[in-house]
């Protein structure tokens, strides 16, 4: 796991119940990606599946996870799990003024945990890139990523809305009654 350096001694006691092995946790870097690389450098050899997610996606499903999990146990190189967007997106300029709209049937909003075999995302982390996720490394190498059906519950806490949101559905139980193989739109 990384963590910010002010946090470590609490994470450590997150990961306490799992074996020393698997309750490494490292201090995180400046950026994102930097923070993944620190990560990465800690990993013990012999895994098939490298997921990355954010923390900030705490009420993400089990079936989320195992989506993302058999595509790249099934040949993907790189798997994101993603959304439909449908919202209308505006491409703009640095005046505000909007210069396309995308076509939203080709697009997705993509969450986490993203998935990678473990040479993959060592190589894309190598170059010392940054990115808003690891996927864009990926795709930036030349490497397929394959997007697979996301879920609702793993939207990103980020604002206060997010945190009610999140309460109400922990409140209510939701978030721990989504029958795998559910929990969000294609």
């Not at 309750?23 to 923070?35: L, T």
């Not at 986490?112 to 490394?137: E, K, S, Y």
Request: net charge negative.
């Amino acid at each position: 796991m990384v963590a910010p350096p002010t946090h470590l001694d609490q994470a450590r006691e997150l990961l306490s119940p799992l074996e020393a092995q698997a309750a490494v946790v490292v201090p995180g870097g400046p950026e994102r990606s930097h923070s993944v690389a620190l990560g990465l450098s800690v990993l013990p050899p012999g895994h098939d599946v490298v997921l990355i997610h954010d923390c900030a996606r705490c009420l993400a499903p089990p079936a989320h996870f195992e989506r993302v999990v058999a595509a790249v146990r099934a040949g993907a190189a790189g798997v994101v799990p993603g959304l439909l967007v449908t919202d209308t997106i505006k491409a703009v300029d640095a005046a505000g003024r909007v210069v396309a709209t995308p076509d939203r049937g080709s697009l997705r909003a993509v969450q986490t945990p993203q998935g990678f075999r473990p040479d993959v995302i060592a190589a894309a982390h190598a170059g010392g890139g940054l990115a808003t996720d690891d996927a864009a490394l990926v795709e930036a190498m030349g490497e397929t990523v394959v997007v697979v059906e996301g879920s609702d519950l793993a939207f990103k806490i980020t604002g206060p809305d997010d945190l009610r949101r999140a309460e109400a559905l922990v409140s209510a139980g939701l978030a721990a009654r989504t029958p795998a193989g559910q929990g969000g739109r294609p």
